[in-house]
């Protein structure tokens, strides 16, 4: 009965590396959302999706790409993992620009 | 673009001290406002929002925010922390307008010594 998931909890990856990381949300909602958040805390959103709609793309490497087969998922695919992209990343969604529900995270480390 | 900036950026109190964690937002439009908690190594939970009417709102685990509009302000207040209340805390604001991001301040940490 988890609200929103996300899989996998850990992804330790070399660099150069492609991977993908899963988000599913149970709760109806019409958004959903991308978050990074560095080692200072600080939570930078990548992409929302609303209706199968890309509505924001706050200037993210094209590495990166967001891909939502249906409304309760919203999938990120990472190509030629770097460095500086290790994170945690945050999934989440809400109805509209109401209150966000997170996901767990997905801690990325890229050696 | 909107920003949301928060006055702290580590809080340290003993419990039962009183807390207030400052947050401001520089957007011209009407917005929805939050406050989020993360505890260590959890996601972010939501503890209090406002959307219109009282401007005070009263959240979960004893904290309170009030809104001032000429201020562009959403304070967070607790009247006496304790130890569980250690985690981040980030404000966040929602512009009403279609289109705008959802955006977080950069959180503020509060450690509270037993």
């Known amino acids: 009965d988890t609200a929103v998931s996300q899989t996998p909890k850990y992804l330790v990856t070399q660099m150069g590396n492609d991977k993908s990381i899963k988000c599913e949300q149970n709760?109806?909602?019409?958004?959903m959302y991308w978050y990074k958040q560095d080692s200072k805390k600080f939570l930078k959103i990548m992409f929302s999706?609303?209706?199968?709609?890309?509505?924001i793309n706050e200037t993210v490497p094209n590495r990166f790409s967001p891909k939502s087969p249906d409304k309760a998922h919203l999938n990120l695919h990472i190509n030629s993992l770097e460095l500086g992209d290790s994170a945690v990343y945050f999934c989440?969604?809400?109805?509209?620009?109401?209150?966000?529900?997170f996901g767990p995270g997905t801690r990325l480390t890229v050696l | 673009a909107q920003s949301v900036s928060q006055h702290n950026h580590h809080v340290i109190l003993s419990e039962a001290a009183s807390l207030e964690l400052g947050c401001n937002y520089s957007?011209?439009?009407?917005?929805?406002l939050f406050w989020y908690v993360q505890y260590p190594g959890q996601h972010l939970q939501l503890l209090l929002k406002?959307?219109?009417?009282?401007?005070l709102v009263k959240g979960i685990k004893g904290f309170e925010a009030e809104f001032i509009k000429s201020k562009f302000s959403f304070n967070l207040r607790k009247p006496s922390v304790q130890w569980s209340d250690t985690a981040e805390y980030f404000c966040?604001?929602?512009?009403?307008?279609?289109?705008?991001?959802?955006?977080f301040g950069p959180g503020t940490r509060l450690s509270v010594l037993p």
């Open positions: 989440a969604s809400s109805i509209g620009y109401g209150e966000q529900f």
């Open positions: 709760l109806g909602h019409d958004t």
């Open positions: 999706y609303n209706n199968k709609e890309l509505i």
């Open positions: 957007y011209g439009g009407t917005v929805n």
């Open positions: 406002y959307f219109s009417g009282d401007p």
């Open positions: 966040a604001v929602s512009p009403r307008d279609y289109g705008q991001n959802f955006v």
